[in-house]
């Protein structure tokens, strides 16, 4: 059956014209291209950022963490349990708020770092971008996700 001309010409309701679906695509494309060498850490992608994070800045609140990830308690808190049962972090309780919970990095979940030093370079030459390409379309991302949130 022939396409018609209607069917061929780009309108603005056309999928390869929405900018959403290029995110989204690119960022399914993206948790893929880390799967193999997170398998190799025994980490998901987002086990992997709440790492980062903690590798970052250990002795953290959960609610600072969950801020930095933008991800609600709901979502976080299973995947911190998975990570305390995994014997990469423990959660600890604040002594002046009790309602306030702590994260720390066991020496196990430190030293998983090292072992993930190399997941940048990996992606990046994944992408086959050079390192100003990388940070242009990261600034660029980032400013889109802040007008976004003002909206």
Request: charged share 25%; net charge positive; glycine share 6%.
């Amino acid at each position: 059956m022939p396409v018609s001309k209607k069917a061929t010409q780009k309108s603005p309701v056309c999928l390869e014209e929405q900018l959403g679906f290029a995110l989204y695509s690119a960022s399914l494309a993206m948790t893929k291209a880390h799967k193999p060498m997170l398998d190799r850490l025994g980490l998901t992608y987002s086990q992997y950022l709440a790492m980062v994070v903690l590798w970052e800045q250990d002795d953290i609140a959960v609610n600072q963490l969950g801020a930095r990830l933008g991800l609600d308690s709901g979502t976080l808190t299973p995947l911190l349990k998975r990570l305390e049962s995994m014997g990469l972090l423990t959660r600890r309780r604040g002594q002046e708020d009790e309602r306030q919970v702590f994260i720390d990095l066991t020496p196990r979940g430190a030293n998983l770092r090292r072992e993930a030093r190399l997941v940048p370079a990996q992606i990046q030459a994944a992408t086959g971008q050079s390192d100003t390409a990388q940070k242009t379309l990261r600034n660029l991302l980032l400013q889109l996700r802040d007008a976004l949130g003002e909206a």
